[in-house]
């Protein structure tokens, strides 16, 4: 273990020894009995503005997100910045769609997205549908975060030959899946608190150090190359990068709360009062997401790119190692400890709600609904804290063994996935009007069509739809959802025709106040 | 404004919403360098700056939504 950065590790260790302390401490925060689902699975649902603030904006803007983002800015260019619009566009529709989410699931107690459509629909197969998507999509995101922190502990210098250079990673996995564990939601909740604070505090450093030290914006902007700096302007007859810039931003948003980890925060809630004002307070988190993909640009105008004692890192980690680089290269070393405790941390809470999320899925979904029907409570709580460790240890051993290139894969089909659930999800909270079956078709066709156009494009999420001479790159999630709709809206009349039962346990005045 | 029907269905206040989405989803108005500031590109700064609007447009939403 040659070259380790021994200020910055033992800044590192003390950060996450105190944040281990808080996760296991948290199980007496706000106590619950934690042998109860929701008590586990969502906190009590007992979380005010300011905890949601930092629950929610822990679990939306995550590891991977600090270290792929600005990746891409430091690759690609311009492009990176979709993550800007996709996060504006978000909040309008956190504030007008979640609040009636959070109302029907307190009143029923249903707890996952798929509790709700299978009380709202009555039909268990589109409900089975919901928590397939929501479950395939989870798994590569959990995977992903292990990603980022395996990022910051290889910029510390602490390596080793084979499996050994997995022991840090297999420490962190383990001491998360214990405060999970024990003490479920309210875990990643307390340590949100501390990570956000850190990342805040990283991000307004690099923002305002790193210009200095470079020489102000107009500098670091001039050293980007010209095909970086903007959006390329499309050619005839397409829409170019222009039509992928919008769709990625647009259907990204409407994807974000599809996730069941995103739901899973907000249903924590105390109220849809502190999910509307939420809608209007986390944006601080988009602009500090801003700041982020521009140190990408940072990262190019240093030169880390360059510097040899880089060249190992960006050998292992390739662009992912711009923002670790330009961290190690602008602070000393304790500060890098205090920024790499932010992305490691930053890590363990997504993954820690993803596998909560997951678990709950899961158990009432899969488990209470095809197994066992009737499981005490405490057999419920039970089986989802064994289940969301069993889905870290999967997400732990598919990043130690499988290309990480594979996991980016991965992630990317699960936005596409999940953007399926949308018309059963997102417009059932408004209108019953969608038939069950008319709705299962419609995931279905969505589904495959999405898979397909992945596979088409090569592994990617971006599509050249084409027709009448003309070619429409886009996100293959937008598209796809749109089919979805179209088919469900289709064959609604038909199937009611056909003599569908319209059951829905809820009653309009459940959705508010 | 009667709290029952504040919180259900349409309100008005919410086309301010629609704002930002239409600030954000048409690249070419905002795809360039000037006018810059402080050394930045318009196509940075215009986007960071919807950030802070849409946040003060939600917040105005829900104050004038809230009963």
């Known amino acids: 273990?040659?070259?380790?950065?021994?200020?910055?590790?033992?800044?590192?260790?003390?950060?996450?020894?105190?944040?281990?302390?808080?996760?296991?401490?948290?199980a007496q925060w706000r106590k619950g009995d934690l042998d109860q689902l929701h008590e586990w699975g969502l906190g009590g649902r007992r979380f005010g503005t300011i905890v949601t603030w930092f629950?929610?904006?822990?679990?939306?803007?995550?590891?991977?997100?600090?270290?792929?983002?600005?990746?891409?800015?430091?690759?690609?260019?311009?492009?990176?910045?979709?993550?800007?619009?996709?996060?504006?566009?978000?909040?309008?529709?956190?504030?007008?769609?979640?609040?009636?989410?959070?109302?029907?699931?307190?009143?029923?107690?249903?707890?996952?997205?798929?509790?709700?459509?299978?009380g709202r629909f009555g039909n268990r197969w589109l409900a089975l549908a919901v928590t397939i998507a929501g479950i395939v999509a989870t798994m590569p995101y959990i995977a992903l975060q292990l990603v980022g922190l395996q990022v910051v502990i290889?910029?510390?210098?602490?390596?080793?030959?084979?499996?050994?250079?997995?022991?840090?990673?297999?420490?962190?996995?383990?001491?998360?899946?214990?405060?999970?564990y024990t003490s479920g939601l309210r875990a990643p909740?307390?340590?949100?608190?501390?990570?956000?604070?850190?990342?805040?505090?990283?991000?307004?450093?690099?923002?305002?150090?790193?210009?200095?030290?470079?020489?102000?914006?107009?500098?670091?902007?001039?050293?980007?190359?010209?095909?970086?700096?903007l959006l390329a302007v499309p050619g005839a007859n397409t829409t170019g990068v222009y039509g992928v810039y919008v769709t990625l931003a647009l259907g990204s948003a409407l994807?974000?709360?599809?996730y069941p980890h995103s739901i899973t925060g907000i249903l924590a809630a105390n109220s849809g009062r502190a999910i509307r004002r939420n809608a209007a307070m986390l944006p601080g988190y988009s602009f500090m997401l801003g700041l982020l993909a521009l140190v990408g640009f940072f990262a190019i105008a240093a030169g880390v790119g360059t510097m040899p004692e880089f060249a190992a890192g960006f050998k292992q980690f390739g662009?992912?190692?711009?923002?670790?680089?330009?961290?190690?290269?602008?602070?000393?070393?304790?500060?890098?400890?205090?920024?790499?405790?932010?992305?490691?941390?930053?890590?363990?809470?997504?993954?820690?709600?993803?596998?909560?999320?997951?678990?709950?899925?899961?158990?009432?979904?899969?488990?209470?609904?095809?197994?066992?029907?009737?499981?005490?409570?405490?057999?419920?709580?039970?089986?989802?804290?064994w289940v969301s460790l069993i889905v870290k240890l999967g997400a732990l051993i598919f990043i130690i063994f499988v290309p990480t290139q594979f996991a980016i894969y991965l992630q990317l089909l699960g936005g596409i996935l999940i953007i399926q659930t949308l018309?059963?999800?997102?417009?059932?909270?408004?209108?019953?009007?969608?038939?069950?079956?008319?709705?299962?078709?419609?995931?279905?066709?969505?589904?495959?069509?999405?898979?397909?156009?992945?596979?088409?494009?090569?592994?990617?999420?971006?599509?050249p739809l084409a027709f009448a001479g003309h070619t429409f790159p886009g996100y293959t999630a937008l598209y796809t959802v749109i089919i979805n709709?179209?088919?469900?809206?289709?064959?609604?009349?038909?199937?009611?025709?056909?003599?569908?039962?319209?059951?829905?346990?809820?009653?309009?005045s459940d959705y508010h106040a | 404004m009667d709290p029952q029907t504040a919180r259900r269905g349409w309100n008005w206040w919410y086309l301010l919403l629609v704002l930002q989405f239409v600030a954000v989803l048409w690249p070419p108005f905002y795809n360039a360098v000037e006018p810059s500031w402080a050394g930045i590109p318009f196509f940075y700064w215009y986007q960071m700056l919807w950030v802070v609007i849409g946040a003060v447009l939600t917040a105005i939403v829900y104050f004038a939504t809230e009963a």
């Open chain 1, 154 to 180: 290889g910029a510390m210098g602490v390596s080793g030959t084979g499996y050994a250079a997995d022991l840090p990673l297999i420490l962190a996995f383990i001491i998360l899946a214990a405060f999970t």
């Open chain 1, 423 to 463: 018309p059963s999800v997102m417009l059932g909270v408004y209108t019953r009007w969608f038939n069950d079956w008319a709705l299962l078709v419609g995931w279905a066709v969505g589904t495959l069509t999405g898979v397909w156009m992945f596979i088409a494009a090569n592994l990617t999420p971006n599509y």
């Open chain 1, 255 to 258: 994807a974000l709360f599809l």
């Open chain 1, 319 to 385: 662009n992912n190692f711009a923002v670790p680089a330009l961290i190690l290269h602008s602070f000393p070393s304790w500060f890098v400890g205090v920024a790499f405790a932010a992305v490691g941390i930053g890590a363990l809470v997504p993954a820690a709600i993803m596998s909560i999320a997951a678990a709950n899925l899961y158990t009432r979904n899969i488990h209470r609904e095809f197994i066992n029907k009737n499981p005490t409570d405490k057999q419920e709580a039970q089986m989802a804290k």
């Open chain 1, 189 to 229: 909740a307390s340590i949100a608190i501390v990570k956000d604070i850190l990342i805040y505090v990283t991000a307004f450093a690099a923002v305002i150090v790193v210009p200095i030290e470079l020489g102000g914006f107009g500098k670091i902007f001039a050293a980007v190359p010209p095909a970086k700096l």
């Open chain 1, 485 to 508: 709709l179209i088919v469900a809206i289709v064959l609604t009349p038909l199937f009611n025709a056909m003599g569908g039962r319209q059951t829905d346990a809820t009653v309009p």
């Open chain 1, 55 to 118: 629950l929610v904006g822990g679990d939306l803007y995550t590891a991977y997100t600090f270290i792929a983002v600005p990746a891409l800015a430091f690759g690609a260019g311009a492009i990176a910045f979709f993550a800007v619009p996709y996060t504006i566009m978000i909040y309008p529709i956190l504030f007008l769609v979640f609040p009636r989410l959070w109302h029907v699931c307190h009143k029923h107690n249903y707890i996952t997205p798929a509790d709700f459509v299978r």
């Open chain 1, 1 to 26: 273990m040659q070259g380790i950065n021994w200020t910055a590790l033992i800044i590192f260790v003390l950060l996450f020894g105190f944040i281990t302390w808080l996760g296991f401490a948290a």
